[in-house]
């Protein structure tokens, strides 16, 4: 049984971050730390039923190692990640300190679309016997995983989802821990960003879920992403006792829209804790 759960949000931007270069618009410029955002993604630490602190990331965006210096991150057990766009894999390179300080290799987790991906960008790292000089690199193990086959890690099940980024197929989350805990309002969780569509399937995988983190990009619609109006149709299909969006643009200047949103529907911001 594991204990003391907290969903951390350590990005909930989009790809060009907020603020965005060269823009002078409200949010860009504004003075709510709330209306900057790093590159989105997650971690989730706990304590697992053996006492040892535990770390799992879902992805790891360009923005990681500023993101791991707010957070004081000091170690990583494994890494799910959701697709191989830039914005959620080009800080693959950072969790090498990770290394150094556990002493151990971390798993990464992904679909063969993803993995194929990983292993082509980062060569340096997966194919080290390769590389000129033997300088210090990532120790990863990766592992491949399939839609609605669960992974257990240290206590926790999760399951992959298939998700729709545009015509892209790509993985959301669900995070399940059993055992009557202080946390147990946590779960189930669901990370579902990057969105803009969900299959049948899926839906009955989000059943029962009480935490929901949403793709929720700005108020028009997208392609690829989900609208403010559509993501809250998704939060209330899912009914989960807290939705959480994220991977927002300078669109959404969070006191603008945070006080308009239903009861149970938040936004989220660097930094955020859920528990």
């Not at 556990?102 to 798993?107: A, K, L």
Request: aromatic content about 6%; hydrophobic content about 40%.
């Amino acid at each position: 049984m594991i204990r003391d759960a907290n969903f951390v949000l350590l990005g909930t931007g989009t790809s060009a971050g907020v603020p965005v270069i060269g823009c002078d618009c409200a949010t860009c410029t504004s003075s709510d730390p709330r209306d900057r955002r790093t590159r989105s993604g997650a971690m989730l630490r706990f304590v697992d039923a053996e006492g040892s602190p535990r770390a799992i990331l879902l992805d790891c965006p360009p923005d990681h190692r500023e993101q791991s210096l707010r957070e004081n991150i000091k170690r990583c057990d494994a890494i799910l990640f959701t697709h191989d766009h830039v914005d959620h894999t080009f800080g693959l390179d950072e969790v090498r300190r990770y290394n150094a300080l556990m002493g151990s290799p971390i798993e990464v987790y992904a679909d063969a679309r993803t993995r194929e991906s990983l292993e082509r960008v980062f060569r340096h790292i997966f194919k080290r016997h390769e590389n000129v000089n033997d300088s210090f690199v990532a120790d990863l193990m990766p592992r491949t995983i399939d839609v609605e086959q669960p992974i257990e890690l240290f206590g926790v099940r999760c399951t992959p989802l298939r998700l729709l980024h545009g015509r892209l197929p790509v993985l959301g989350f669900r995070m399940d821990a059993e055992g009557d805990r202080s946390d147990a309002a946590l779960f189930p969780l669901a990370y579902c960003t990057d969105l803009s569509g969900i299959p049948p399937a899926t839906w009955k995988q989000l059943r029962g879920v009480r935490t929901l983190v949403l793709d929720m990009l700005r108020y028009r619609k997208h392609p690829t992403h989900l609208s403010l109006d559509e993501a809250l149709d998704v939060a209330r299909e899912v009914g989960a006792d807290r939705t959480v969006f994220v991977h927002m643009t300078h669109d959404i200047r969070h006191a603008e829209l945070e006080w308009k949103l239903p009861a149970g529907v938040q936004l989220g911001f660097d930094g955020m804790r859920l528990s």
